[in-house]
């Protein structure tokens, strides 16, 4: 299966990536194994692609700050800087929201 995973702010490096999705729906309906289109919100250019090769839920106050150092965008990699861009990308974010993990890999 293929998907297309848009980002605001599309950086994403080679080898293992994190992405924090607000919501279950990601985990629910891409299932591990699938193909994924990076591409930057407002385009349809695929940047590049990516595999889902893990992915699971918790409450974001749950989350491990220490995994956060696979996030894509750097400024994202301590609950700080991920929960300001949660907000910033989900106008109806809450820190007890339901957060899905989606780690993808980049060749």
């Known amino acids: 299966m293929r998907f297309v995973l848009r980002f605001l702010k599309p950086d994403y490096h080679q ?11 990601w985990y629910n309906q891409a299932p591990v194994g699938s193909m994924l289109d990076i591409v930057k919100t407002g385009s349809d250019v695929v940047e590049t692609e ?17 995994e956060l150092y696979l996030e894509h965008d750097p400024l994202c990699r301590d609950l700080d ?7 910033r ?19």
């Open 81 to 87: 800087g991920l929960q300001h861009a949660m907000e």
């Open 15 to 25: 080898g293992l990536n994190l992405t924090i999705r607000n919501g279950k729906k």
């Open 50 to 66: 990516a595999q889902l090769v893990g992915s699971r839920t918790l409450p974001f106050l749950a989350i491990n700050e220490h």
């Open 89 to 107: 990308a989900y106008p109806d974010f809450k820190e007890t929201n339901e957060v899905a993990m989606l780690f993808f890999w980049v060749d």
